[in-house]
């Protein structure tokens, strides 16, 4: 029999890179070949043999409300019947701004965008804009999208600038980003103590979900919270994956703590491109045309795309939304540890709203090295058995997975019987 997922990873690797146009669809991780999709529906997708998979990615993040919801569909076919795109403004881009300022806490003005990459990267100019500084902290296993000045790695001493973690990255940019270790306020103190006065930014995930899934501790945001009020830094929290997941109003309303500037993406496009950054009024004000900072998009507040993010943005306000996701989320991560320890692995599995990380580790890593730590033969092993019983989970063991609100008991409940066979056979 044909396998039309292989057939296709060799002719797409003829015209792509790697055959993919994101690395981590590659499955260079965990091994074997990518799944083509061909549909979505809910919590499942399906690929090029017509094999159905529970989709535990749902796109990295956006498939909140489940895959091809029929009111987003509807409301982007109505959009793209009215025409696809403008290069001038709409009231759909107002609705959007409005609807977000009024959830998240601390935004007065933010800018749309499409995508996070670019939301992130603007951010930071704003940053260094209105401080008029260039250096900026970022933390080691926190990802920010692919601007120059982020990807980056710590360099060998605490106050060496980083290295870039990619080709093509000069060095003169890496020199501005200082990559210190997460979660650890004692060094954030002390490169503050030393350096804060020439810092423009800490930009952090506060619930990080870029290597597998570690929050942040209570006490670590705080601490970076003090230290960007008393220097003069700006705190970008960069919710891309995080903002509309961890809860309706992210990861300030969960800590209890508010940013300067917040990134967004992911959920706010409900699976098109948008995405935005935003703040205080007095930072956001140094933007283009009204400031020096520049900063522009032929497609941003794409009319389709804003359909989209905004009925999904009026789907996730309804009674008793986050709550049952969160409890579901919450029953697949506890249900998933009880299934890994009773075959005796060292395995568990934590939640925060909507996002969930799986470690075979012997407990829930609080830090970039803890969590590097893990057993990854044994989660690659655990991700192609779960993969032929149909349950795509994240293709690297450090990245989140995401639950959609269709992710009901019956499909947890399928998901641990295929879980509990994967257990058994490691
Ligand atoms: N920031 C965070 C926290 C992210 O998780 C991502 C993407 N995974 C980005 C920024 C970049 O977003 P995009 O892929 O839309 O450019």
Not at 56 to 78: C, D, F, K, L, R
Not at 98 to 115: A, D, F, H, T, Y
Not at 267 to 286: E, Q, S, T
Not at 383 to 409: C, K, R, W
């Amino acid at each position: 029999m044909t396998n039309h997922n292989e057939t296709l990873f060799a002719r797409a690797q003829l015209s792509t890179p790697g055959g993919v146009n994101s690395p981590v669809r590659a499955f260079r991780s965990v091994g074997g070949t990518p799944r083509f999709i061909t549909r979505a529906e809910g919590p499942y997708f399906w690929d090029a043999d017509d094999r159905r998979y529970i989709d535990y990615i749902g796109s990295w993040g956006p498939a909140i409300v489940g895959h091809a919801h029929p009111e987003v569909v509807t409301a982007v076919q109505e959009a793209a019947a009215r025409g696809l795109s403008f290069g001038a403004p709409t009231e759909g881009e107002i609705l959007m701004a409005e609807e977000i300022c009024k959830l998240v806490p601390g935004v007065e003005q933010l800018r749309l965008v499409s995508s996070g990459t670019e939301a992130t990267m603007s951010a930071l100019r704003l940053a260094r804009g209105a401080t008029r500084r260039d250096k900026i902290i970022k933390f080691e296993g926190c990802y920010h999208g692919h601007a120059d000045s982020l990807l980056v790695k710590a360099g060998s001493g605490l106050l060496t600038f980083g290295n870039p973690t990619s080709a093509g990255v000069p060095e003169d940019f890496s020199k501005h980003t200082l990559v210190l270790d997460y979660n650890n306020s004692q060094q954030l103190e002390e490169v503050f103590r030393t350096v804060g006065d020439q810092i423009a930014c800490v930009i952090v995930e506060p619930v990080a979900g870029n290597m597998n899934l570690v929050r942040a501790t209570t006490e670590f945001l705080q601490t970076m919270r003090r230290l960007c009020s008393q220097h003069g830094s700006v705190l970008i929290f960069d919710e891309v994956m995080c903002g509309f997941r961890v809860g309706l109003h992210g990861a300030q309303a969960l800590y209890e703590i508010q940013a300067d500037l917040v990134c967004l993406g992911k959920v706010i496009g409900g699976g098109l491109p948008v995405a935005a950054f935003g703040g205080r009024a007095d930072l956001m004000k140094h933007m283009a045309p009204l400031g020096g900072v520049y900063q522009a998009g032929t497609l941003s507040g794409n009319p389709v795309a804003v359909a989209a993010g905004l009925t999904t943005l009026k789907i996730i306000q309804r009674e008793g939304f986050y709550s049952t996701l969160t409890a579901q989320t919450r029953e697949l991560a506890e249900r998933l540890t009880a299934a890994g320890q009773a075959a005796g692995h060292q395995f568990c599995a934590d939640a925060v709203g909507g996002m969930f990380g799986l470690y075979f580790s012997a407990q829930i890593p609080d830090s970039y090295a803890s969590v590097m730590a893990s057993d990854k033969e044994k989660f690659n092993r655990f991700f192609h058995l779960m993969l032929d019983a149909g349950v795509y989970l994240a293709p690297s063991a450090f990245e989140a997975g995401f639950v959609s609100i269709q992710h009901n008991t019956q499909i947890i409940d399928a998901t641990i019987e295929a879980a509990k066979r994967a257990f058994a056979h490691l």
